[in-house]
């Protein structure tokens, strides 16, 4: 067991208990580390009830990604209840599109979809760091969660597979600017879960079902596989990864051909 006690984690992403960011929070709760939660309004009323679950949660408080005031907002709140608090961990596990990002033919998918997506699901990775910096302790880590389809086509994963190919840039260049304070910013990669934000993918069942068959493992990855890799990028054991993209995905993204063409 990894031990994070007395360190604190901000965990954007929390909205249901099928969200990777809840096992994460759980996960590093084990490990003795406080938690700061920031959640969506429109999911106020299922992370009140699973605040109450878990005691390491110092406290929570809204944040919209999308707008500039309400990130302020957030640290200002926190800050304001804990004047001078740090943070050694930032955990960025938030995604959305529009559904006219996945419906839509690719080519014809107006601007306003895709800058939301864009915003969100990629930009707000450099607007929640920023926000953060003069609170961090040294040597902090930031990870985010991203999806293979930033670099190899998955079928109606549509703009977000955009939204992922540039958070992962980000991941490299913030890695770049902030290491030389030796903070680290890298992203998990992982394997498709079933989660609200995943139950917005057409035909998300028959890509589980299609990497069960054929990842090395011959299984899906489900939270609590994420959430240890998570951990263990949060704790002095990762001290020397940054800018990485880290798959969790059952060995799926090291496959071209499956073995099943042999069945
Ligand atoms: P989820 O729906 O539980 O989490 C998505 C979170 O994003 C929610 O908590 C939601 O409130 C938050 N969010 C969306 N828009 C926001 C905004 N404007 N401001 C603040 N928060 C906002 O689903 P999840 O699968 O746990 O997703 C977490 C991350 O993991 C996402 O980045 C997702 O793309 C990524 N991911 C998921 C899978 C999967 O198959 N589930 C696979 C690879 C990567």
Redesign the pocket.
């Known amino acids: 067991m990894l031990n994070l006690k007395g360190k604190t984690a901000l965990v ?5 208990e ?5 096992s994460i929070c759980q996960h590093l709760a084990e490990a003795g580390c406080n938690l700061i939660l ?3 309004k ?2 106020m009323s299922r ?1 009140f009830q699973l605040k109450n679950q878990l005691s390491a949660i110092q406290s929570f408080y809204p ?5 500039e005031e ?2 302020a907002e957030f640290f200002h709140e926190w800050q304001k209840e804990m004047p001078g608090a740090k943070a050694d961990i930032i955990i ?5 599109a529009p559904r006219e990002c996945f419906d839509r033919h690719m080519l014809f998918v107006e601007d306003g979809p895709i800058n939301t997506a864009m ?3 990629a930009h ?1 990775l450099q607007r929640v760091m920023r926000h953060a910096m003069p609170h961090l302790s040294p040597n902090s880590s930031t990870i ?5 389809a930033s670099t190899r086509h998955v079928p109606n994963y549509g703009i ?1 597979s955009i ?2 190919a540039a ?1 992962e840039a980000w991941v490299r260049e913030l890695a770049v600017r902030v290491g030389e304070d030796g903070h680290r910013v890298n992203a ?12 917005g ?1 057409p035909g ?1 069942s028959d ?1 589980l079902e299609h990497v069960e068959r054929n990842s090395p493992l011959r299984r899906n990855v489900n ?1 609590d596989d ?1 959430a240890g890799c998570a951990v263990w990028l949060a704790s002095p054991l990762g001290a020397g990864v940054t800018g990485q993209i880290i798959h969790v995905d059952c060995g799926y993204s090291s496959t071209m051909v499956p073995d099943s063409i042999n069945d």
């Open positions: 954007f992403g929390v909205a249901s099928d969200s990777i960011a809840w920031g959640y969506q429109r999911f992370v944040i919209d990604v999308a707008e309400t990130t960025h596990a938030i995604g959305f915003t969100i699901s707000s985010t969660l991203t999806y293979a977000m939204a992922k958070l998990i990669s992982s394997g498709p879960i079933r989660t609200l934000a995943a139950s993918i998300f890509i939270q994420v």
